[in-house]
């Protein structure tokens, strides 16, 4: 039986701020800065099957910078689009239903978004609406294009998420800018509808949305597809072969969160913020990694210090350049 109602109650707002964010962002994407245009855009290599549901590559790949993941679930298709390393690895979902597309999240390069129209195109559906999960600028940058190429798409969030871009989205792309110039986005796309928690119907496919705060981010949607058995958990789980962004001290709350999901029962199929769908073996795998980010960070004085043990801890995990990426972003924070 899946958990009550009280195991997804909202938790309380912390008042740390993600403020340093705007100032620290150009800082901490340095990295990729220096990456030449053919390695930034490089394509994606072949996609491992995390263990999640069974699924195809995309077979019309040719010529496409990102790739996408397929996963089916008798009528109901689940399309993951996956962008380089310069992109940070984004997911956008689309969920094809029998007559219409919902696409989840935006991408942070413009790009990589007209990639995502142009794949939703392919389908042959209309997009009945476009919703954004949370207000990381890697998850809502492209929203300019997607609404460009589907003005009928209205853009829903939770409630509290059209305020943060308002109040903080601007400043976050000028701090992108000096890195990416017109490959970000040139404007905030704020969300014009509140998703509302619980379950909804959109085009004949159950949702059941659900709230979350202080964990990856400060606030955060998933969504479970109970027929399918599914749940949409963005960036509160990551793959077991990559680095999970710990940008806030969030840890222990995040854990509880995580400790929640774990809990449902049936939901074998996982889809992610940042790579292809994993099992739900990657919730456990996400809560060893916070568990030790926490000891870590606890342990270490200085972004530099905290970067370099938590990769020795992981030396296996992918993009080891995104944990110094957190790691000023975390140390910015007051300790």
Do not use: C
């Amino acid at each position: 039986m899946p958990p009550s109602n009280s195991r997804f109650q909202r938790w309380s707002q912390a008042a740390l701020s993600r403020s340093q964010f705007l100032r620290l962002a150009a800082g901490a994407l340095l990295p990729f800065a220096g990456l030449p245009s053919s390695a930034a855009a490089i394509k994606n290599p072949k996609l491992a099957q995390n263990g999640g549901a069974p699924g195809t590559k995309d077979a019309a790949a040719s010529g496409r910078m990102g790739a996408t993941f397929v996963s089916q679930f008798g009528p109901v298709k689940i399309h993951s689009y996956l962008s380089p390393l310069d992109g940070f690895h984004v997911n956008t979902q689309m969920i094809e239903g029998p007559t219409a597309v919902v696409i989840f999240d935006g991408q942070l390069l413009l790009p990589y978004a007209d990639e995502v129209a142009s794949y939703v195109r392919t389908l042959g559906k209309p997009v009945d609406r476009i919703i954004l999960s949370h207000a990381h600028t890697d998850h809502w940058s492209g929203l300019q294009v997607l609404t460009e190429r589907f003005p009928n798409a209205r853009v829903f969030a939770l409630d509290g998420i059209a305020d943060q871009l308002r109040a903080r989205g601007q400043a976050r792309l000028d701090s992108f800018r000096p890195i990416y110039g017109d490959r970000i986005a040139t404007k905030i796309t704020v969300p014009t509808e509140i998703i509302a928690e619980g379950v909804q119907r959109i085009d004949g496919i159950t949702y059941d949305f659900k709230r979350f705060v202080d964990a990856e981010s400060d606030l955060q949607l998933t969504a479970l597809l109970p027929e399918q058995k599914v749940l949409m958990a963005f960036d509160l789980v990551f793959s077991p072969t990559e680095h999970v962004f710990t940008v806030v001290d969030h840890f222990d709350h995040w854990m509880i969160v995580l400790e929640s999901l774990k809990a449902l029962q049936g939901y074998d199929t996982i889809t992610i913020g940042h790579d292809t769908p994993v099992h739900r073996s990657a919730i456990d795998s996400t809560i060893t990694y916070v568990k030790r980010a926490k000891e870590i960070h606890a342990a270490s004085a200085d972004a530099k210090t905290y970067g370099e043990s938590l990769k020795a801890a992981f030396p296996d995990r992918q993009l080891a350049s995104m944990v110094d990426f957190s790691a000023k972003l975390l140390y910015a924070a007051p300790r």
